[in-house]
């Protein structure tokens, strides 16, 4: 079945560090995938999104590619800040957006 | 704003206690989901609904039950709660199709049941 699979946590760096969250995927057809970010006491919110192969989703400095051929969808920041940490979830959804799978998320630590 | 609003952010409650978690949203959205966020699992889905009366099992639908009787409602029912159902509950939903398959998250039911 469909199923995702990110790096385990927690992921702590300095401010102005580079990021990478790593994401695979299992999926039949072609799954849409995302980056959800879950700041302490809220819920999810999207953060990124890439619909097929090749596609990038970037917002707020962080960049993800749809990599069909290594079936990953990496997280990427250049220079991190305090106000990036949260916790980082991967996703994907088939059939047509009525299901979504969910990894286990990363939880990020930047300390200035 | 769009919003998903979850009735309760704290509850406690004693083993089995009837427990309902309420769940709106305002977007019109005809799929709404339960799940169940815990450390190092991640989000699990419990049931999904893609119209009114209609729901589907996700994949931990065992002790829990659930009730769509309108478009904007959705509810999660812990018939008899037990201690193993403590966890954070995530309501959300989304509009099927289309090109954003974004999911709306409501800010989360934190249980407790002692």
Known sequence: ?112 | DVKVTQSSRYLVKRTGEKVFLECVQDMDHENMFWYRQDPGLGLRLIYFSYDVKMKEKGDIPEGYSVSREKKERFSLILESASTNQTSMYLCASSSPGGNTGELFFGEGSRLTVL
Not at chain 1, 53 to 70: I, L
Request: proline letters at 4%; hydrophobic letters at 30%.
């Open chain 1, 1 to 112: 079945g469909d199923s995702v699979t990110q790096m385990e946590g927690p992921v702590t760096l300095s401010e102005e560090a580079f990021l990478t969250i790593n994401c695979t995927y299992t999926a039949t057809g072609y799954p849409s995938l995302f980056w959800y970010v879950q700041y302490p006491g809220e819920g999810l919110q999207l953060l990124l999104k890439a619909t097929k192969a090749d596609d990038k989703g970037s917002n707020k400095g962080f960049e993800a590619t749809y990599r069909k051929e290594t079936t990953s969808f990496h997280l990427e920041k250049g220079s991190v800040q305090v106000s990036d940490s949260a916790v980082y979830f991967c996703a994907l959804s088939a059939n047509n957006f009525n299901k979504f799978y969910f990894g286990s998320g990363t939880k990020l630590n930047v300390k200035p």
